[in-house]
Nanobody, 120 residues
Framework: QVQLVESGGGLVQPGGSLRLSCAASGFIFSIYTMAWYRQAPGKQRELVAK???????NYADSVKGRLTISRENAKNLVYLQMNSLKPEDTAVYYCCKASSTLSIDSFDSWGQGTQVTVSS
């Protein structure tokens, strides 16, 4: 019954911006840490950003200062605002829920993903 649906991906030129959205349902969204992961072809899955129920955030060093995670609890939405995009940001981006309300680093209930392609 847990559902995570990503949207907002697409083709963007280097230096461009994009905002990804994740619509969540089937659980009490406001009390779970949420995260964005990405996976590029031939590369290991990477944690991009996470946000706790209290609003604390953490980012991969490669995206810090360019990508911003946020959440809108009243609408069960989590966002990833992506600015100054680079070709190396190209990947499928996944929204994910923490495995339990006490967890901040273990995630499950992956969405289907949305493709982000940064190319000129």
């Amino acid at each position: 019954q847990v559902q995570l649906v990503e949207s907002g991906g697409g083709l963007v030129q280097p230096g461009g911006s994009l905002r990804l959205s994740c619509a969540a349902s089937g659980f009490i969204f406001s009390i779970y840490t949420m995260a964005w992961y990405r996976q590029a072809p031939g590369k290991q899955r990477e944690l991009v950003a996470k946000i706790t129920s209290g609003g604390s955030t953490n980012y991969a060093d490669s995206v810090k200062g360019r990508l911003t995670i946020s959440r809108e609890n009243a609408k069960n939405l989590v966002y990833l605002q992506m600015n100054s995009l680079k070709p190396e940001d190209t990947a499928v981006y996944y929204c994910c829920k923490a495995s339990s309300t006490l967890s901040i680093d273990s995630f499950d209930s992956w969405g289907q993903g949305t493709q982000v392609t940064v190319s000129s």
